[in-house]
């Protein structure tokens, strides 16, 4: 079954404390994205990955990390998380007709 | 980026067919147009998508005018199950970009 999985799926966590949230996908998909939900901004791109050691920035990339050092996993790194970087996140994985998404990470940054 | 506008939200009744434009003046030209479903807290889930004229599939037709800046998703006879956030993404490369969507509430 075609799927991609992120961990983990809550987190509460406080100002400057380093976190990662994970994401693998089961499909050998060379593209992978990153996107934040904000209400009432729909989803805004963090970071992509064309393949393995290639990423770029999207909308937003400020604040966050990626790597790439394997084709089925793309974590999200997030150096010094404030409380504006609460918020939905979504991995992604594959291209367009084939884009599929994980479940969704929720952080909270108090 | 092309950017996209599209309503904030809809209100239809089962059975109906409902029409959700989306505005993409600035699409380029080798942009296609994509429309992804969202339910609350689950990621978006690919719908359909076109370059040009008319795309129809199991669940969904897309319109698209000549000019292009412009499309419109037509999902017919909606049930209640079709209560979603639908988004119109141009692009289709490296970078996507989803707008706030249109909610979409489909009543008994």
């Known amino acids: 079954e075609a799927q991609v999985t992120q961990n983990p799926r809550y987190l509460i966590t406080v100002t400057g404390k380093k976190l990662t949230v994970t994401c693998s996908q089961n499909?050998?998909?060379?593209?992978m994205s990153w996107y934040r939900q904000d209400p009432g901004l729909g989803l805004r791109q963090i970071y992509y990955?064309?393949?393995?050691?290639?990423?770029d920035k999207g909308d937003v990339p400020e604040g966050y990390k990626v790597s790439r050092k394997e084709k089925r996993n793309f974590p999200l790194i997030l150096e010094s998380p404030s409380p504006n970087q609460t918020s939905l996140y979504f991995c992604?994985?594959?291209?367009?007709?084939?884009?599929?998404f994980g479940p969704g990470t929720r952080l909270t940054v108090l | 980026l092309a950017k996209t506008t599209q309503p904030i939200s809809m209100d239809s009744y089962e059975g109906q067919e409902v029409n959700i434009t989306c505005s993409h003046n600035?699409?380029?030209?080798?942009?296609?147009i994509t429309w992804y479903q969202q339910f609350p807290s689950q990621g978006p889930r690919f719908i359909i998508q076109?370059?040009?004229t008319k795309v129809t599939n199991e669940v969904a037709s897309l319109f698209i005018p000549a000019d292009r800046k412009s499309s419109t998703l037509s999902l017919p006879r909606v049930s209640l199950s079709d209560t979603a956030v639908y988004y119109c993404?141009?692009?289709?490369?490296?970078?996507?970009?989803f707008g706030s969507g249109t909610k979409l509430n489909v009543k008994p």
């Open positions: 992604g994985s594959g291209l367009t007709d084939t884009q599929y």
């Open positions: 990955s064309m393949n393995v050691e290639v990423t």
């Open positions: 600035n699409i380029a030209t080798n942009d296609y």
């Open positions: 076109g370059y040009k």
């Open positions: 499909m050998n998909h060379e593209y």
């Open positions: 993404l141009v692009g289709g490369t490296l970078r996507f970009y």
